[in-house]
């Protein structure tokens, strides 16, 4: 039993039944997991009778555009009368659960008749209400496709389809790392064996996901492999990029996907940072660590959030150089106070780490 899960159930449940408007608002930026499971249950409750449509604050990545039914989603700056004129009359968050999580569209979340939200970010908080958070799921992804197979058994439907099913996919592909992170479990293979029956193409959504590069992106993770710094005696790495580098190689936000994933695997690195300039001002920090460095915790410090190994979070009101400054000094503090393991250490002994400045 989940109440959290069966009170949002009945909410989209009569929302079906009278034919009413559901919005689905993945959280700003939106990566893999929570684009991938806002559109697949998006098809699912159109095709049960529901007026449904994904609400973005920016277009949709590069690298994502290959999931299907994109014509479902409306970026903000686009949005009009013509395109979204019905009231809502439930809006669900996706991917998370904070309304500020979901930038310049927080007025249209709030304005709904009712608000939901689905994530499994152990930092979201507690289930309650209309808030469903379950940090069992490796993915988002994995909460959609059991609420689409529950909705399924209540309305006598059959509403999963190849679509459907690919962006699901690509949402649990997305935040399990094909399968590999830590986050993988016996109910993410079981949920992706189910989704498999209908064919969602998993050779092309991984390719699209980790494989494909571009000639612009090739460059610019070129200069920041080259201009990646390391400290605390190799635990820390970080990286930081401008608007003028992106400029200089016509490259995007966009292109600094995955970069941080690689810096993150050099032997001996406990934590990696990638710290981007925003275009309107602030600093975008995002955080890959391993076990012993919780990027969630570390990433609330700055009203952020994520999962134990993987966060990110936004400095407003700060310059590059100074957020960088900012977080290295708490990033340094955080690693004096976590235990390492050498090569020198008997297995399973750690002893702690010298003091480092950063």
């Not at 966060?311 to 960088?324: C, P, Q, S, W, Y």
């Amino acid at each position: 039993m989940n109440p959290a899960r069966d009170r949002i159930l009945d909410a989209i449940l009569e929302t079906v039944r009278r034919h009413g408007a559901i919005g689905l608002f993945p959280h700003v930026g939106a990566d893999g997991d929570a684009l991938g499971s806002a559109i697949g249950l998006a098809l699912a409750l159109n095709k049960a009778g529901a007026k449904t449509r994904v609400f973005t604050d920016e277009p949709v990545s590069n690298r994502l555009n290959f999931i299907p039914a994109l014509s479902l989603v409306t970026v903000h700056r686009d949005l009009t009368p013509d395109n979204w004129p019905d009231p809502m009359d439930l809006a669900i968050a996706v991917d998370c659960t904070e309304p500020e999580r979901l930038g310049c569209r927080q007025p249209l979340y709030l304005e709904a008749e009712a608000q939901a939200a689905l994530d499994h970010h152990v930092s979201s908080g507690e289930s309650g209400g209309l808030k469903m958070i379950d940090p069992e799921a490796a993915a988002t992804g994995e909460i959609m496709a059991d609420l689409i197979t529950l909705l399924e058994a209540r309305l006598g439907l059959s509403l999963m389809d190849s679509d459907s099913a690919k962006a699901l996919m690509t949402a649990i592909v997305s935040d399990t790392g094909g399968f590999v992170y830590s986050n993988t479990s016996s109910r993410s293979f079981a949920t992706a064996a189910r989704l498999m029956t209908f064919d969602p193409d998993l050779r092309q959504i991984t390719y699209r996901l980790f494989d494909e590069t571009s000639r612009t992106r090739l460059r610019l993770t070129g200069r920041m492999f080259c201009d990646a710094t390391f400290l605390a005696e190799g635990r820390l790495v970080y990286a930081s990029v401008d608007q003028a580098l992106l400029r200089s190689l016509d490259a995007s936000d966009q292109d600094l996907d995955g970069i941080i994933a690689d810096l993150r695997k050099v032997a001996g690195v406990e934590v990696a940072l990638m710290f981007r300039e925003l275009v309107d001002g602030g600093v975008r920090i995002n955080i890959r660590s391993n076990d012993h460095f919780h990027a969630a915790q570390f990433a609330a410090l700055y009203g952020g959030g994520g999962h134990a190994k993987a966060a990110g979070m936004t400095i407003k009101h700060a310059t590059l150089d100074e957020a960088v400054t900012i977080v290295l000094v708490k990033a340094g503090e955080w690693l004096e106070q976590t235990p390492v393991l050498t090569a020198d250490s008997r297995p399973g002994v750690y002893y702690s780490a010298a003091k480092q400045g950063v």
